[in-house]
């Protein structure tokens, strides 16, 4: 299974960025997917998780500023971040799990806010 992240960049604090991850090549369906994150120095922490049929889980500080969605038919995962701040700076990775709860991750996307 490979998961093709994208969408990261630079901004100014208070601004938007939409990462997209698609999964491709499982032979099993994906159910949970989702988004980590991890600054310099500090470990991975689960930013935001999203089921198949929708349920979502946030990391508390970024409750109302981000948004996880998915599309199934894509296996696709998106997450719409407002109201960035400089503590969400951080290499993002994009994570899938199978029926098998076989783990998969993405590469990892940069995401720089500046003040």
């Known amino acids: 299974v490979q998961l093709q992240a994208s969408g990261g960049g630079l901004v100014q604090a208070g601004g938007s960025l939409r990462l997209s991850c698609a999964a491709s090549g499982s032979r099993f369906p994906v159910y949970d997917m989702g988004w980590f994150r991890q600054a310099p120095g500090k470990q991975r922490e689960l930013v935001a998780h999203?089921?198949?049929?929708?349920?979502?889980v946030y990391e508390d500080s970024v409750k109302g500023r981000f948004t996880i969605s998915r599309d199934n038919a894509k296996n696709t995962v998106y997450l719409q971040m407002n109201a960035l701040n400089p503590e969400d700076t951080a290499v993002y990775y994009c994570?899938?799990?199978?029926?098998?709860?076989?783990?998969?991750w993405g590469q990892g996307t940069q995401v720089t806010v500046s003040s």
């Open positions: 994570y899938a799990k199978n029926i098998l709860n076989q783990n998969y």
């Open positions: 999203i089921t198949n049929s929708g349920n979502t």
